[in-house]
């Protein structure tokens, strides 16, 4: 499958290095161009590409953002729309400024601003350093770190809950994007080490 990433941090670094190491075509972003990004995509390796936003959005047919949440305005809604778009982002008031939220999870809040894109919540409550260390996929699902995903697209959610089990992880299905409201910042399951049975008790979805 042909990814792209948008936001070249942590865990857009994890994320590429993961999914080009399991056999997919990787493009990744940032904010100041692919020039910045060549020797960080060669070191990568697996052919990962280094593009524009625009570029890396348009190249994935499945794209996954994961930009500071207060940089939502300047994701490349046009080329998103249709696509299976991968939300990481968590919302920090101290790092992005007040947004108001209107009441939304922050995934519907940025699903509305990427209309056509079909949003799924993945990969938000894990700490980079784990995403890197802690995929398993010589373990029985039920043994692996659990990954929580929420979405309103079935479809959607059933090829990030692939994507997550080869890259060693277990998905747990977390219900609607306003359900995502359980896997964000300062909730039981963010940052938490669990398995899925653990992982589905901390979010009674046992």
Known sequence: MKIGILGAGHIG???ARLLAEAGHEVGISNSRGPET???LAERLGHGVRAYTNEDAARFGELVIETVPFGKY???PSVQLKGKVVIDTANYYPQRDGDIDLGGLSESAFMARHMPGARVVKAFNAIHAAHLEAQGDTGKPLEERRAIPIASDDAEA???VADLIEQIGFAPL???TLEDSKSQQPGTPIYGKEANLKQARD???RG
Do not use: T
């Open 13 to 15: 670094k994890a994320l």
């Open 73 to 75: 305005a300047d994701l």
């Open 202 to 204: 901390i979010l009674g």
């Open 37 to 39: 990004l060549r020797d």
């Open 173 to 175: 299905d977390n219900g």
């Open 157 to 159: 959610k059933q090829v």
